[in-house]
């Protein structure tokens, strides 16, 4: 018994030397997204993945997938967005189905009008916001103060294009056609500092 468990876990053990000493970027993510439920094990392997050299990057609503993934050629991980606290696979599944559809997201507006809001949620904006997935297009400070209108922005529009009303004057022929709803974004009345944000990458 002991020596059919050492021979095992002594195979197991050269396994995955093997693969972090030879693809360690793509190991450190397999194990990365193994753990993704327990945020102590994640910590440790991030740092982990500092001494190796290999950089993880803050989740992307244009970049990252469910898991966390390798960027081809570069030794960094982009953090895996079904990972982040409040935002579940199937809300990934539909921001990643918007992206094949009709290409990466082009704003926060963009965004809200091609992602259901039947499954993602307001949480998982904020969760998202508060872990840097739409850095690209404003500051976490300033989208986070405006979550309110930019959830109802999503609701109203893609009620209108369900409900066909967003066709209407285009039956008419009517140039007005063109016109796209769009959101005015306020500016936050106080920035949060660096320290809040990084609590809130943690949490």
Known sequence: FNKSHAACYGLIAYWTAYLKAHYPDAFMAALMTSDQDDTERLAIEMTE??????????????ESFVEFAVVP????????MAAVKGVGVGAVEEIIRAREADGPFKSVEDFAKRVSTS???????ESLIKTGAFDGFGDRSDLLFNLDTIVAFAQKTQKEAASGQ????????????????TMQLQPAPAKH?????????RE
């Open 193 to 201: 500092t660096n320290k809040e944000r990084l609590m809130w990458e």
């Open 49 to 62: 993945c500092k001494h190796m050299g290999i950089e993880v990057l803050n989740p992307d609503v244009n």
């Open 119 to 125: 499954k993602f949620n307001r949480k998982a904006w």
């Open 166 to 181: 967003t066709d209407l004057f285009g039956m008419l022929g009517d140039e007005s056609a063109n016109v796209q709803p």
């Open 73 to 80: 050629g570069e030794k960094k991980i982009r953090f895996g």
